[in-house]
């Protein structure tokens, strides 16, 4: 009985969201911006100087939808989405 407590607990704290087009499995509600970017890009691409924009949708909080930056996070729930973009810093 303690073991299918223990995998409901689990189950109450994974969050299926949407990266760049790409279903994620996450184990915790509260992302921050550097989980994001490298949840879009385990390998960050290679060239210089790199700036993200990150933006969210159907977060569970307010704002439902936003963006983030350097230093803020995002509370997700089942279906928020998020699109990762980087451009070479010039």
Do not use: C, W
Request: aromatic share 6%; glycine share 6%.
């Amino acid at each position: 009985m303690n073991d299918t407590t223990a995998e409901s607990k689990d189950d109450k704290n994974e969050f299926n969201i949407v990266v760049n087009g790409k279903a994620k499995k996450v184990d915790h509600a509260k992302l921050t911006f550097d989980e994001v970017v490298k949840l879009a890009y385990p390998t960050p691409p290679e060239a210089g100087d790199i700036v993200y924009t990150v933006t969210f949708h159907n977060a569970d909080q307010d704002p439902k939808n936003g963006s983030l930056v350097q230093g803020q996070s995002v509370t997700v729930r089942n279906g928020t989405s998020f699109d990762v973009k980087h451009a070479v810093r010039s």
